[in-house]
């Protein structure tokens, strides 16, 4: 097996447990007792944890070696996973949620997507980059649907095996826990090709880059922190806690949707590929991206769930086509020793602002309406979008010059 079919498994195993805890995380919150407001704070927690390992992962990763991070990854992940799975009180959650780096977004942005896209360049050639990223994402968009199918489990254990709903949500995190360990036998296959020189070699902690690279890394990283704290208002999470509140709808009829939805941010993947090649990367991933968030805030105004959903689909087959356009041009606009630390800064900066939004947002739900972080995170994305293009237009990646 070689290393690019490694990290595609291993990041369809992950992006499986991370799409089930994307919808069940709130749910499971909210029957042990916790208000929207608590609900989020967790969120937050979590994704607190992971930009922890992010700041570990960009600056010392390489020096560490990418095996053995993402081996430590994975170990920590399913002992977080455990841990929620044994609940308790708000303290014993927050502090699973922070050292497992429990994701509640629906969708994997931590520190082994990081490494592994650090990795995946190096298995191809700057023609086929934006390819093989889009079957990365689209490998990880499978997991996530398959994950949100997951989560209409609880029900089916409760009316097939006689499970009580507490127990049933338990198992499902003990799940994740499972899902989450398999992919260390995975990295453990990796080969000495996935290790960068990346590290410096004169003794100094600081990984290495050059003035031009850390320019565009500041300068693009100020315009993701815009649309990761967008993004934050916008986590499968509170959107799930949306719909159930909203719509009176169940924990199963919410996991059919999100499972629709990752099918077709899988199929965008591979439409943004080729929209790329024609138009170019910065182009295709703003001229998709803002109709997705004028359709995000069309949700909020829906009479009934049925409508909510189709507009909620519609903005779902846009959305991600920016995901493997955006990891390719970010990668493609550095040197390749660069990946590593340019990969780690840019995710963290992303990461960072999606810890800072759900508290919020989980606040807006409970002291004004269940649609406000709907409407704040799509303004915030069109903004984005706009300052994006005029910013990067004219910094073309190899393969358009």
């Known amino acids: 097996m070689n290393d690019r079919r490694i990290i595609y498994a291993a990041a369809f195993l992950r992006a499986l447990a991370t799409g089930m805890a994307g919808v069940l995380l709130g749910l499971y919150l909210a029957r ?33 070696g990418r095996r053995r991070a993402l081996l430590a990854l994975s170990l920590l992940g399913a002992g977080g996973g455990v841990l929620a799975a044994l609940g308790g009180g708000l303290p014993a959650v927050a502090a699973a949620a922070f ?5 509640g977004m629906g969708r994997d942005r931590g520190a082994a997507l990081v490494l592994e896209q650090a990795i995946l360049p190096a298995t191809t050639d700057d023609a086929g980059r934006t390819g093989a990223f889009a079957r990365y994402n689209l490998f990880t968009d499978i997991g996530h649907a398959l994950g949100a199918l997951l989560a209409a489990a609880p029900v089916a254990l409760q009316t097939m095996a006689g499970i009580a709903e507490a127990e049933a949500y338990r198992l499902m995190f003990m799940l994740y826990a499972v899902l989450l ?17 990346a590290a410096r070699d004169d003794g100094a902690a600081s990984p290495r880059i050059s003035p031009g690279s850390r320019r565009i890394l500041w300068r693009i990283s100020a315009l993701f922190a815009i649309d990761s704290i967008a993004g934050g208002f916008l986590g499968s999470a509170l959107l799930s806690y949306f719909f ?22 899988a199929l965008s993947h591979l439409g943004a590929a080729w929209l790329a090649a024609r138009i170019g990367l910065v182009n295709t991933m703003v001229f998709t991206h803002i109709p997705s968030s004028v359709l995000l805030a069309s949700v909020a105004f829906a009479a009934d769930f049925w409508v909510a959903a189709l507009l909620f689909l519609l903005r779902e087959g846009l959305v991600e086509m920016d995901v493997p356009t955006r990891q390719s ?7 390749p020793e660069e990946r590593t630390y340019a990969s780690g800064v840019t995710h963290l900066v992303r990461l960072g602002g999606w810890s800072v939004a759900p508290g919020l947002a989980g606040w807006l739900m409970q002291a004004a309406s269940l649609g406000m972080p709907l409407f704040i995170g799509a303004a915030m994305k069109i903004a984005y979008d706009l300052l994006l293009w005029r910013a990067f237009r004219k910094l073309k990646p190899p393969e358009e010059r």
């Open 99 to 103: 050292f497992g780096m429990l994701n």
């Open 32 to 64: 042990i007792g916790f208000t929207a407001a608590v609900i989020g704070v967790v969120i937050s927690v979590g994704l607190a944890g992971a930009t922890l390992a992010l700041v570990v992962v960009t600056w010392i990763g390489d020096r560490l």
């Open 329 to 335: 041009y970010v990668m493609a606009v550095v040197k």
């Open 244 to 265: 159930f509140e909203r719509f009176a709808v169940s924990a199963a009829m919410i996991g059919g949707l999100f499972f629709a939805a990752r099918v077709l941010n």
């Open 181 to 197: 360990a398999a992919g260390t036998p995975l990295y453990l296959k990796l080969s000495p090709a996935a290790e960068a020189g």
